[in-house]
């Protein structure tokens, strides 16, 4: 259901804490998550295959707009170790370059935001209302007015919080070379 609405989205707001953004995740990063996550084995690669199908809205000749924005906690948990960190990272940051991809970091030593309480996605469309998605063990969808507009403030929130998409790339940049580095 989500890569539906991901379809139809004109605009796309991931909000990270832990891990980084489904749409921008390599196969290996994405496998590596889902193992530890606790997957059961038979599961991780139909589901690693099913976020690699989703990714194909970014390649769609009229993509929707992602702005991606990850708490510096999910740059620094080392899923599958250094060399698929820094794979993944590079692989961010070539997304990055897209015209319809932002990438937005809050950094530590901004210390609290409005979004600590979870990650989520909203989803903007042309003729619809927006929606919310709460993915985690559990797929929520949240459609309400009234609960949409909590997560309408709190994006609002960590846009301000996070950095600018041109600070926020040289900051990928280096946590990726730390990676590389051992």
Known sequence: MLAQYETEAIRLF???????PGLLQTRAYTSALMRA???????????VSQRMHRQRILD??????????LDEAALRRPQGGPR???????????????????????????????????????LEFATASPLVHLGNRATVFLDEPEDVAIY??????????ALEHEPSVRF??????????G
């Open 172 to 181: 990928v940049a280096a946590v990726a070379d730390e990676y590389r580095r």
């Open 152 to 161: 309408l403030d709190t994006t609002a929130n960590v846009r301000s919080a």
């Open 60 to 69: 769609a000749a009229a993509p929707p707009q992602l702005t991606a924005i």
């Open 84 to 122: 698929v960190m820094a794979e993944q990272l590079d692989h961010m940051l070539a997304m990055a370059r897209r015209p319809h991809i932002e990438l937005r970091v809050i950094p530590f030593d901004h210390g609290g935001h409005a979004a600590i309480g979870g990650s989520y996605m909203l």
């Open 14 to 20: 991931s909000v990270d804490l832990l891990a980084l």
């Open 37 to 47: 996550g606790g997957i059961a084995p038979a599961e991780v690669e139909p589901r």
